[in-house]
């Protein structure tokens, strides 16, 4: 996977800044944050496993590329779609913002918009692209695995771990934000392989817990989500790729509120890192997680910020 992104002629590793007041705040050694505001010409990390997934997957008579998204995915579909000659054709759910579709809609993509939660238009995008007929060449990329579904999100995952292969750091605790599951899967999947490894902790918010209260029962479960900040991390069904792994893999898990998502959002942006509420999440969990951590003040800490401030 590296060797292909860095084949890409907008590659370069993405940023590792130190921010020292945020150390100074958790009484921590150093907090590094991995900022994703500016990846392939992109304001999100999405394109490295979606592009991957696509190059990998695609086929000779593929026509078009079809996903559901929150927004920096399905923006990242269709601009590789674009950059292949491709059409595209992307569902958002009725709760993504007006300026998240104009941005996948400036990339040349076809926007469907679902009434109802991020799991209703994933659903409308696997039945779309199911329903191709011989010759129309329709391929699912989607971010989250179900049963028969499971090849293209592992691949996706798979270039996820570019992200995690330029941290050449050693960190005590990496905090990665939740939706489905798949960047936190690529993150545990990546630093488990590594001695010491270091702690994880996962974040999601409270309108949306799907992982967290997953872990709470035992099993994978979906849950009725509601709007919120964090909107590339409205979902209600973990990944069944990402649950093994987390439910495995995860040292802690915690949900944040709106006001903590905006107000971590703006606590990077005066560090100057640009990150959205989805990304910011990742700050807002730790500080809500802190007292519980065994971090000691010399201890390196890494978050994860996913996204640019819209």
Same mark, same amino acid.
């Given at each position: 996977m590296?060797a292909?992104?860095?084949s890409?002629? *907008?590659?370069?590793?993405?940023? =590792?800044?130190?921010?020292? !007041?945020?150390? *100074?705040?958790?009484?921590?050694?150093?907090?590094?944050?991995?900022d994703?505001s500016?990846r =392939?010409?992109?304001?999100?990390?999405?394109a490295?496993?979606?592009?991957?997934? $696509?190059h990998?997957a695609?086929? $000779?008579?593929t026509?078009?590329?079809?996903?559901?998204?929150?927004?920096?995915?399905?923006? @990242? /579909?269709a601009?590789?779609?674009?950059?292949?000659g =491709?059409?595209?054709?992307?569902?958002?759910?009725?709760?993504?913002?007006?300026?998240?579709?104009?941005a996948?809609?400036?990339e040349?993509?076809?926007?469907?918009? /679902?009434?109802?939660?991020?799991?209703? @238009?994933v659903?409308?995008?696997?039945?779309?692209?199911?329903t191709?007929?011989?010759?129309d060449g329709?391929?699912?990329?989607? %971010?989250?695995?179900?049963?028969?579904?499971?090849?293209?999100?592992q691949?996706?995952? %798979?270039?996820?771990s570019t992200?995690?292969?330029? $941290?050449?750091?050693?960190?005590?605790?990496v905090?990665v934000?939740?939706?489905v599951? !798949?960047?936190?899967?690529?993150?545990v999947t990546?630093?488990r392989?590594?001695?010491p490894?270091?702690?994880?902790?996962?974040?999601e918010?409270?309108?949306?817990?799907?992982?967290t209260?997953s872990? =709470?029962a035992?099993n994978?479960l !979906?849950?009725?989500?509601?709007k919120?900040v964090?909107?590339?991390?409205?979902c209600?069904?973990? !990944?069944?790729?990402?649950?093994?792994v987390?439910?495995?893999?995860?040292d802690h @898990?915690?949900? /944040? %509120?709106d006001? @903590? *998502?905006l107000?971590?959002?703006?606590?990077?942006g005066?560090?100057?890192?640009?990150?959205?509420?989805?990304?910011a999440a *990742?700050?807002?969990?730790?500080?809500?997680a802190?007292?519980r951590?065994p971090?000691?003040? %010399?201890?390196? /800490?890494?978050? $994860?910020?996913?996204?640019?401030a819209?």
């Amino acid at each position: 996977m590296l060797a292909f992104h860095q084949s890409l002629p *907008a590659y370069r590793p993405t940023p =590792l800044t130190s921010v020292p !007041s945020l150390a *100074a705040e958790l009484g921590v050694g150093q907090v590094l944050v991995k900022d994703e505001s500016q990846r =392939l010409g992109l304001p999100a990390f999405k394109a490295l496993g979606a592009w991957w997934a $696509i190059h990998r997957a695609l086929q $000779i008579d593929t026509a078009s590329l079809v996903t559901a998204t929150d927004g920096n995915h399905g923006r @990242a /579909v269709a601009r590789r779609a674009a950059m292949l000659g =491709l059409s595209a054709h992307v569902f958002v759910p009725d709760v993504v913002s007006a300026a998240a579709i104009a941005a996948i809609r400036t990339e040349g993509a076809t926007v469907s918009v /679902v009434p109802g939660s991020y799991d209703d @238009a994933v659903a409308e995008a696997a039945a779309y692209a199911g329903t191709a007929q011989a010759g129309d060449g329709r391929l699912l990329i989607q %971010d989250s695995a179900w049963r028969g579904y499971e090849v293209v999100p592992q691949l996706i995952v %798979d270039g996820y771990s570019t992200l995690f292969r330029e $941290i050449s750091t050693e960190p005590d605790l990496v905090v990665v934000p939740m939706g489905v599951g !798949s960047v936190a899967q690529a993150a545990v999947t990546h630093f488990r392989s590594e001695a010491p490894a270091p702690m994880i902790l996962g974040v999601e918010p409270a309108a949306a817990s799907c992982v967290t209260t997953s872990l =709470l029962a035992g099993n994978l479960l !979906s849950i009725p989500t509601s709007k919120t900040v964090m909107a590339g991390l409205n979902c209600g069904t973990p !990944s069944t790729l990402a649950w093994p792994v987390l439910s495995a893999g995860l040292d802690h @898990a915690i949900t /944040v %509120d709106d006001d @903590a *998502a905006l107000q971590a959002s703006a606590d990077l942006g005066a560090a100057g890192i640009s990150s959205g509420p989805s990304g910011a999440a *990742a700050l807002a969990g730790i500080r809500a997680a802190r007292p519980r951590l065994p971090l000691a003040p %010399d201890s390196t /800490v890494i978050l $994860i910020s996913t996204e640019a401030a819209p």
